[in-house]
C-alpha cells in the first residue's frame, strides 16, 4: 500500500510527498518560497536532500572526508580516509619492456604503429603480470535515526569558512540542526544534533551498501566488516583486508564516542540509543591500520582512550579547527558584481537558470566552491579522481591519481590561490613512489632516472598496458610533476625547498631523457616511443607515435627548469652543458598546412583536432614557454588549435572530460583570449558541478575533483598572470565582466596582490613582497597614472620588502 505524508510550507500549502516502504521521505518539491534557516556567507544551500552520494553534503581535513546526505529523520553520513586503497595482488616488478624497446622502436620507425602498441600487452600476458591498482574505497557509514513528524520548513548547507555541513529543518515536534565538520587540528570528524527539544535518536555504524555486482570483488578482498556498540558510549567498526601487500593497510578500525548531555544513552544491538539529551555530540575517528602495531580485531583500547582525552563541546572544537580553515579558505576572494539575486539561491535553482544573467554568480559559487572542495581533500595525499570521498565499491578509474591531467588540474589552483602548503602532500606523495618510479624507468625504457606511469595509487607501477591506451609508452609524466615543484619554488621563492626537493626531483626527471632520447639523421633527438594523451593521429589507428608534442615541450621546460635551478643553486656546470646541449638539439613545433599547431611532428602523421585532450597545447598550461611569448607564428598556431577545439566542444555543448575545458582555457587566457576563456568558465560554472557542489568530470555527472582545482586557476589566470619580473593584469578580461574585485592572489617572485579591482575604465591594484625586487606591469591596454608614461601598457615598479605598492590606472580611451 502507498503512503503519503501532507506537508505544509510556510505559505501554508500542502503538498504530498510519497513514502516507499523502507526508505526515508523524498523530498520532491521544495518546500518554502524562502528559507527561514540561516545562509552561510560563503557557501550555500540546498532544499532538499541528496538523492545519491554524488549529491551529498561534503566536508573533510585532508584525511578524512565526510559525505552527509542530509535527510531529516534517517541520515546517512559517509565516511573516507585518504589512505583507504583495498588491497589487490601485487608482484612487486615490472614487465621487462626494456628488453623489446628496440622492436617497438624499429616498428614504430617502419610506420607499424598499432603493432608496436600490442608488445607491452603482449609481453603482460606471456610474462603473467597480473597487477591492478589498489581502488579507492569509502570507510563505512554513520546512520543516524531520529524520529519522524510532519516536516514543514528544511534546508541543507555547507559553510565553506567553517567547514560545516549542515541540515536544518522544522517540524511538529520542533526545530533541529544537524551539524558536521573535520577537524584539522584534533583529526575528528565532529557532530553535533541540537533542537528546540530534547533530542531522541539512534546512532549506528554500518559498511557501506554493496551493489549486487560489486559482492564479488568485496567478497575476495575483504575478509571483515562488523560494528559494534562497545558500550552506550562507544561505537566500533572495524574492517580486514584478505591480501596484505608490505606497505599497504591492511584493514581499519571506526571509533565513535556519543555524548548526550543530561540524556541517557544505552546499547542496543549494534547501535546506540539516545534519550531526551539536550544535545548529541559525536565524536569519530577513522584509523588504517598497517599491520605494524597490531592486528585488525584486536581491541582497540589506544584509540578508544584517545577519543577520551578530547572535548565534548562542538564549539570550542570547531574553533580549534577554523584556526586552520578558515584562515585557508579566506586566502583568497572573488566577487564580479554579480545580481545579489542569484546569491539567494539554492543549489538547484542557481545550475538551472539559464542566460548570461546570472553567469557572473555562477563563477563566484563554483570558484568558491572548487577552492573548498581541494582544501578539504588535501592533507594525507592530494586529492585523488573523487578528492577524498566516495559512496561506491567501484569508483571509475579505482578513484587514483591520474597524471596525464586530472591530478595536474587539481592541484593546479594552489599557488595562484595561494595556499601553495597544500601542494606539499602532492609532492610527498612523488616522493614516497620514487623508487617504484625508478625501477619503471629501468623495467620499461632501460633508463636511469624515474618514470611515472599515467595512473597510480598505493604504488608508482605501471598497470595500464592496452593496446590502443598504451600509457606504458607516455613519458612525460616525470616532467610534468617535475614542472610543480619548479613552480613552487618561483612562487614561494623558497631556495632550501629548491635545495633538497625540487632541483634532486627535477634532475632524476632530466636524467631519464639523457638516456632516452636519441639523435636521427638530422641530429635532432627523436622520442620515440611517444604518446600524446589518449588521442591518436586520423591515418594510424594507434595512440602510439614518434614526437608527440607534448612530449617535446615537457622535455623542453624540463631541461630549461633545470638549469635555471643549477644556476640559482651555483652548481652542477657540466650538467648545463649537458642540458644545453640537448635543448638544441630538440625537435623543432611544426604547423600544417592551415598554419595550425601539429600534435605530432613526426611525418606522415594526421591531425585529429576534434578531441578532448588538447596535449600540443602543453606549453600555454602553467608558465607560458618563452617561445610562446615572442613567436607570432607558434602563437598563431596555437590559436588556430583552440579554434578548432572549441568547434568540438560547441558541438558537444561542452562534453566530457571537463578538465580538458581547463587546460584549453588556460591556454586561451595566457595567449590574450578572454572571450574564448569567458566561454570554457561559463561552461565549467554551470555544467559541471552537483546539488551538494561537488564537481563532475562529465556534463551533469560522474563524481570527479579534478575542475574543483581547475576553475579557481583558469579564473585567476584571466585576471593576472605574472612571471619571472613581470605581472600582466587582467591579460584576459571577459567584456561580460564588467567590474570585480579578486584579493589575495599569490604571483611569482613571492609576491601577493592583496587586491586587483575594476569598475568600468579603473583599475586598482596592490602589491606586497617579503623582499625588495623590481617587477613590471603590463596592461592588455593603454593606461594612464601616476609614474605612466602616457599611451604606455606597462610601467615598472620597485618594491620595498613588507611596504604595500598602491596604484590605481585608467584605461586610455584615445586611439
Request: net charge neutral; hydrophobic share 40%.
Amino acid at each position: 500500500m502507498k503512503r503519503y505524508l501532507s506537508i505544509r510550507s510556510d505559505n501554508n500549502v500542502f503538498m504530498k510527498v510519497l513514502l516507499l516502504p523502507g526508505l526515508s521521505m523524498l523530498f520532491a518539491l521544495h518546500l518554502s518560497g524562502q528559507s527561514v534557516f540561516p545562509a552561510p556567507a560563503k557557501g550555500f544551500t540546498s532544499w532538499k536532500p541528496a538523492a545519491t552520494w554524488e549529491d551529498a553534503l561534503l566536508t573533510g581535513n585532508g584525511t578524512m572526508g565526510a559525505m552527509v546526505m542530509g535527510e531529516p529523520h534517517e541520515e546517512t553520513v559517509i565516511l573516507s580516509h585518504a589512505a583507504l586503497y583495498l588491497p589487490q595482488e601485487r608482484s612487486d616488478k615490472q614487465i621487462d619492456q626494456a628488453s623489446r624497446l628496440p622492436e617497438i622502436r624499429r616498428l614504430l620507425m617502419e610506420g607499424r604503429y598499432a603493432d608496436a602498441a600490442s608488445i607491452p600487452a603482449q609481453l603482460r600476458k606471456d610474462q603473467g603480470y597480473t597487477d591492478e591498482r589498489d581502488p579507492f574505497i569509502p570507510a563505512f557509514d554513520l546512520r543516524i535515526l531520529q524520529g519522524s513528524s510532519n516536516i514543514t520548513a528544511y534546508q541543507r548547507s555547507v559553510n565553506y569558512e567553517t567547514g560545516e555541513a549542515i541540515v536544518d529543518w522544522k517540524e511538529d515536534a520542533g526545530t533541529f540542526r544537524r551539524k558536521i565538520f573535520v577537524s584539522r587540528a584534533d583529526s575528528l570528524v565532529v557532530i553535533s544534533i541540537k533542537g528546540s527539544g530534547k533530542i531522541n535518536c539512534r546512532l549506528q555504524l554500518e559498511h557501506r551498501p554493496v551493489l549486487w555486482d560489486q559482492w564479488g570483488m568485496v567478497n575476495a578482498h575483504v575478509s571483515k566488516m562488523e560494528s559494534a556498540a562497545v558500550s552506550g558510549q562507544l561505537l566500533r567498526f572495524t574492517a580486514a583486508f584478505r591480501i596484505k601487500n608490505p606497505g599497504s593497510v591492511q584493514g581499519y578500525h571506526g571509533i565513535a564516542r556519543v555524548f548526550a548531555p543530561n540524556g541517557n544513552t544505552r546499547a542496543d544491538d549494534n547501535g546506540i540509543v539516545v534519550k531526551d539529551a539536550d544535545e548529541v555530540v559525536v565524536l569519530l575517528r577513522i584509523l588504517p591500520d598497517s599491520g605494524s602495531s597490531r592486528e585488525v580485531g584486536s581491541p582497540a583500547e589506544g584509540p578508544v582512550n584517545l577519543l577520551q582525552a578530547f572535548s565534548c563541546n562542538y564549539d570550542s572544537l570547531l574553533a580549534r579547527h577554523n584556526t586552520i580553515h578558515a584562515a585557508l579558505f579566506n586566502k583568497v576572494s572573488l566577487t564580479l558584481g554579480s545580481d545579489p539575486a542569484y546569491d539567494r539561491l539554492h543549489a538547484e535553482e542557481s545550475l538551472l537558470q539559464p542566460g548570461a544573467a546570472y553567469n557572473t554568480g555562477r563563477i563566484q559559487r563554483a570558484f568558491d566552491a572548487g577552492r573548498y572542495n581541494i582544501i578539504c581533500a588535501s592533507g594525507y595525499n592530494p586529492p585523488n579522481l573523487q578528492g577524498i570521498w566516495s559512496g561506491t565499491w567501484a569508483a571509475p578509474w579505482s578513484s587514483g591519481m591520474t597524471h596525464d591531467g586530472n591530478l595536474a588540474t587539481a592541484v593546479s589552483m594552489n599557488l595562484p590561490c595561494n595556499t601553495p602548503s597544500l601542494l606539499l602532500p602532492f609532492f610527498a606523495y612523488h616522493e614516497r613512489l620514487l623508487n617504484d618510479y625508478r625501477k619503471g624507468a629501468m623495467a620499461l625504457f632501460g633508463c636511469r632516472g624515474i618514470h611515472i606511469p599515467g595512473h597510480t595509487t598505493s604504488t608508482g607501477t605501471d598497470t595500464d598496458f592496452g593496446p590502443k591506451w598504451c600509457l606504458t609508452l607516455w613519458t612525460a609524466g616525470a616532467g610534468w610533476v617535475a614542472d610543480y615543484f619548479w613552480q613552487y619554488y618561483q612562487y614561494t621563492i623558497d631556495k632550501n625547498f629548491l635545495r633538497d626537493r625540487a632541483y634532486p626531483f627535477m634532475k632524476e626527471a632530466a636524467l631519464f631523457y639523457e638516456d632516452f632520447l636519441y639523435p636521427g639523421p638530422d641530429g635532432r633527438l627523436i622520442f620515440n616511443p611517444s604518446y600524446s594523451p589518449e588521442n591518436d593521429p586520423l591515418n594510424t589507428g594507434s595512440q602510439a607515435v614518434i614526437n608527440a608534442t607534448m612530449d617535446i615541450m615537457v622535455a623542453r621546460q624540463l631541461l630549461s627548469n633545470c638549469i635555471r635551478a643549477a644556476k640559482i643553486l651555483g652548481t652542477d656546470a657540466a650538467k648545463v652543458k649537458l642540458w644545453s646541449s640537448m635543448l638544441n638539439r630538440l625537435p623543432a613545433y611544426q604547423t600544417d598546412d592551415e598554419g595550425m599547431l601539429r600534435e605530432w611532428t613526426w611525418k606522415g602523421l594526421q591531425e585529429n583536432p576534434p578531441h578532448r585532450h588538447s596535449s600540443q597545447l602543453y606549453a600555454l598550461y602553467d608558465e607560458t614557454a618563452p617561445e610562446f611569448r615572442t613567436d607570432t607564428v607558434l602563437r598563431s598556431a596555437a590559436k588556430k588549435v583552440i579554434a578548432q577545439k572549441m568547434k568540438f566542444r560547441n558541438g558537444d555543448g561542452g562534453g566530457e572530460m571537463a578538465f580538458g575545458l581547463v587546460q584549453l582555457g588556460a591556454s586561451a587566457a595566457h595567449l590574450g583570449d578572454g572571450a574564448t576563456a569567458a566561454r570554457l568558465v561559463d561552461w565549467l560554472a554551470s555544467l559541471y558541478w552537483s546539488r551538494g557542489m561537488g564537481s563532475f568530470h562529465n556534463v551533469r555527472g560522474l563524481f570527479n575533483t579534478d575542475i574543483s582545482g581547475g576553475l579557481p586557476y583558469l579564473v585567476s589566470q584571466m585576471l593576472v598572470y605574472s612571471s619571472e619580473g613581470e605581472i600582466q593584469v587582467l591579460p584576459a578580461l571577459p567584456a561580460e565582466w564588467k567590474t570585480g574585485k579578486v584579493s589575495g592572489l599569490l604571483l611569482r617572485g613571492n609576491i601577493t596582490m592583496p587586491v586587483l579591482q575594476w569598475s568600468g575604465d579603473t583599475v586598482y591594484i596592490s602589491l606586497v613582497s617579503p623582499i625588495s625586487q623590481q617587477v613590471r606591469l603590463l596592461f592588455p591596454f593603454p593606461v594612464t597614472g601616476e609614474h605612466v608614461k602616457a599611451g604606455s601598457s606597462s610601467m615598472d615598479v620597485k618594491l620595498v620588502a613588507g611596504k604595500t605598492f598602491t596604484a590605481t590606472f585608467k584605461r586610455n580611451q584615445q586611439k
